[in-house]
């Protein structure tokens, strides 16, 4: 689904592509921008217990249906939050990135966003979104999905198809030092959801995403959220070498066990020996099923890297070479004829 946000900015070099949502886009995204450690995961149910593999899940990214409505929410000022209004169209997906990215102390974002961050600090928000239009690696990030246009059309032409799209949205739910906040770059400012925690800000995000999905649920059905969370390797790989480990140390316990066993009988011993060999079983069976899913996971991350590619891929040559070939040998025509009667 494509994304369209309000205002605007004039020029072929300062033009933002929309972006479709979808998790291997906005991951690969996010890598382009020059931030690691991080991925995006799409979520299928406003439920905690559906998403707890997912930890630790550092911000939400909601995609509805834009339309103009009244909203009685007064935004707050947050010391240190950042928070841009959206000044340029289409720009909504990278700031509702950027507004997880940016506000997450505990993430490596790279020297590029450090930079970007410290330099708009004391910005209001208007200059901090004009910052994000302005700057080349984050809208070179962004319009790396780019599709290729076949044909141009002029400005009025152009305005009247956008006018008539459907307008998609993107807006971001991230914790920030205690407070749940929903950060829509069409607002004035940050909407305060309330104290949270670490640990429960889930549990107020997940009502305020269904109740505006019920508002909408007689004339829209096509919502999308994604989760921007730690990479999904990082984490299994460090589960895996902590269970092994702890199976090391059981093995030399085991070891010391057998050692002292060795011609006597000892019933307490036993139960030991017992209780640690169903410990390390239960680990290796454990280490395991985190390798299976470490392989799940390079296998996202390929199909992730040639969908991508295809996404990004011109093939317009190869459509108008091929009609060329048709046309020259007489084929174009009779199949043009064929279709027409499908009609």
Not at 13 to 29: A, I, K, N, Q, Y
Not at 145 to 166: C, I, L, M, N, Y
Not at 302 to 331: C, D, M, S, T
Request: proline fraction near 5%; charged fraction near 30%; charge should be negative.
């Amino acid at each position: 689904m494509a994304s369209r946000g309000s205002s605007s900015s004039s020029g072929p070099d300062s033009s933002w592509c929309t972006v479709e949502s979808d998790p291997g886009v906005f991951t690969e995204l996010i890598q382009e921008i020059g931030v690691k450690g991080v991925q995006v995961e799409e979520i299928y149910e406003l439920e905690k217990k559906a998403i707890e593999e997912l930890q630790p899940l550092y911000g939400l990214i909601f995609l509805f249906k834009w339309r103009p409505e009244r909203d009685d929410r007064i935004p707050v000022e947050a010391y240190n939050l950042f928070f841009a209004k959206q000044v340029i169209n289409n720009a909504c997906a990278t700031q509702a990135i950027l507004s997880i990215l940016l506000n997450c102390p505990e993430l490596e974002i790279g020297e590029e966003l450090n930079q970007f961050k410290n330099f708009t600090k004391e910005f209001p928000p208007d200059l901090k979104g004009l910052a994000i239009s302005n700057s080349e690696p984050i809208r070179k990030a962004h319009n790396s999905f780019a599709r290729p246009e076949p044909f141009t059309v002029g400005e009025e032409s152009k305005q009247q198809v956008e006018d008539d799209d459907e307008i998609y949205h993107f807006i971001s739910y991230v914790p920030f030092n205690g407070v749940l906040y929903e950060l829509d770059g069409l607002k004035a400012g940050p909407i305060s959801l309330g104290e949270c925690t670490k640990d429960d800000w889930l549990d107020k995000a997940f009502p305020v995403i269904q109740k505006r999905i019920e508002k909408y649920a007689t004339s829209e059905i096509r919502f999308n959220l994604m989760a921007i969370i730690k990479d999904r390797k990082l984490v299994l790989n460090e589960e895996i070498a902590h269970l092994d480990q702890t199976r090391q140390e059981i093995e030399a316990q085991l070891n010391a066990l057998n050692s002292s066993q060795e011609g006597s009988v000892d019933v307490t011993g036993e139960k030991g020996t017992s209780e640690l060999q169903a410990k390390h079983l239960e680990i290796l069976q454990r280490i395991n099923e985190l390798k299976q899913q470490l392989e799940m996971e390079d296998e996202k991350i390929k199909n992730w890297k040639v969908e991508n590619i295809r996404r990004k891929h011109n093939y317009i040559p190869f459509f108008v070479n091929l009609l060329k070939i048709l046309a020259e040998k007489g084929q174009l025509t009779p199949l043009i004829q064929k279709a027409s009667k499908r009609v």
